[in-house]
């Protein structure tokens, strides 16, 4: 281990940028991948099948990673602050999540509303964007089901703000000591959250929708915070290597889990949905560790600013599908072309729309943002 490269009260690594950039490749591959019953695949899989499933179930493990690095980062941001100046300052933690989350996170929830006038939209579900507005969306998708409207991705957004009710202040009063059980409650929490969805035969859909069953990703993200101290992990590429194969195994297991037959009984056992929760949030940790420390000269410049409108990204990239799909299901007959011509137009479209909301929207609020940042944490377009 090594202390990080840090300037004064900065804490910038463009190394978690990129690892931002590729958690929202998977969440992307898992919303546009077809599954293995669609026509235009099951004729190619053949004996196939299993294996397909479970690589595509991985690609969901993107959220899980977008959870534990934003729990590692907020604190190992907290903690520092805290080593500054002597405590965590509550309000501005919170204007600076403000202005990052929420301007964004509602021109989105604007979108969709107008989305839902469209022809095949549903204008009845308005009252599913009030409980957006307030930071409730996955509680409405855990209690109602698949969302048909490209907000459905923003439910994980409302988790992020219920981690962000208590992250602040447990950082300003915890002590190491306590911060540890404190983690070890959330899991406790998790899993017993867990455990009553399971004995109460919850869908798939309404465990991963819920909040306190997402938290055990939250705790590996402080978890690692506190274990590594601030220091980075000195590790050889081919250590890193190891630890990337690790956890892509830990998440392909976890896969496998999540489809596993006794899930299919009336009484199904509980180990199948530990064990996917639990390497979901390992897989996730090990992710971060692997790449964390790597020589930013040797990172593409690409894929760190790909990193930097992740957020964009995540946001947009439901709307670019919807109107991908719009257009080629319009022009294009059901085939694998069809199928091509879709996911590359959904591409650009998500990078092109990203690209100028960070640009021309954004970045005022990041500007304004950075004048309350008491570690500075992220360069901006057109300030660094």
């Known amino acids: 281990m090594e202390a990080a490269q840090v300037s004064g009260s900065r ?70 602050e805290r080593e500054i100046t002597g405590t965590v300052k509550i309000t501005q933690f919170y204007i600076r999540r403000i202005l990052r989350i929420w301007p964004l996170y509602y021109l989105g929830l604007a979108l969709g509303s107008a989305v839902a006038f469209l022809p095949g939209g549903h204008p009845t579900d308005l009252a599913m964007f009030g409980w957006f507005a307030i930071f409730m969306g996955a509680w409405y998708s855990a209690f109602h089901g698949a969302i048909l409207n490209p907000i459905a991705p923003l439910w994980s957004v409302s988790v992020e703000e219920q981690f962000y009710l208590f992250a602040p202040w447990v950082t300003k009063f915890f002590n190491r000591k306590s911060l540890y059980g404190f983690c070890v409650a959330l899991i406790l929490l998790a899993n017993s959250r867990l455990c009553y969805l399971v004995k109460a035969s919850a869908t798939d859909s309404r465990i991963w929708t819920d ?24 590790i050889a590429v081919w250590q890193r290597s ?50 964390l420390g790597m020589n930013p000269k040797r990172l593409p410049a690409w894929a760190i600013y790909c990193g930097r409108i992740s957020f964009g990204l995540y946001v947009f990239h439901e709307f670019a599908i ?63």
């Open 242 to 291: 190891i630890l990337l194969a690790t956890s892509w195994s830990c998440w392909l297991f976890a896969s496998y889990c999540a489809q596993a037959p006794s899930k299919s009984l009336a009484n199904p056992p509980f180990w199948p949905y530990f064990s996917e929760y639990t390497l979901a949030a390992l897989g996730s940790a090990l992710f971060i560790v692997a790449v």
């Open 11 to 80: 804490f910038y690594r463009p190394e978690l940028d990129v690892l931002r950039f590729v958690a929202f490749l998977l969440v992307f591959l898992a919303h546009t991948v077809p599954d293995s019953e669609d026509p235009r695949l099951a004729p190619l899989l053949k004996d196939f099948v299993l294996p397909f499933d479970v690589l595509q179930g991985a690609f969901c493990y993107g959220l899980s990673l977008f959870f534990t690095l934003s729990a590692f980062l907020i604190c190992e941001l907290l903690l520092r």
């Open 211 to 234: 909040t306190y069953v997402q938290f055990e990703c939250f705790a590996a993200g402080i978890l690692l915070c506190m274990v590594l101290r601030g220091r980075l992990p000195g």
């Open 322 to 384: 919807y109107i991908s799909r719009s257009i080629c299901e319009h022009t294009l007959a059901l085939s694998s072309l069809a199928y091509c011509m879709e996911a590359i137009l959904a591409v650009g479209l998500t990078f092109l729309m990203a690209a100028l909301s960070y640009r021309y929207f954004e970045t005022p609020f990041l500007k304004l943002k950075k004048r309350h940042a008491v570690v500075e944490s992220q360069p901006i377009q057109g300030v660094d």
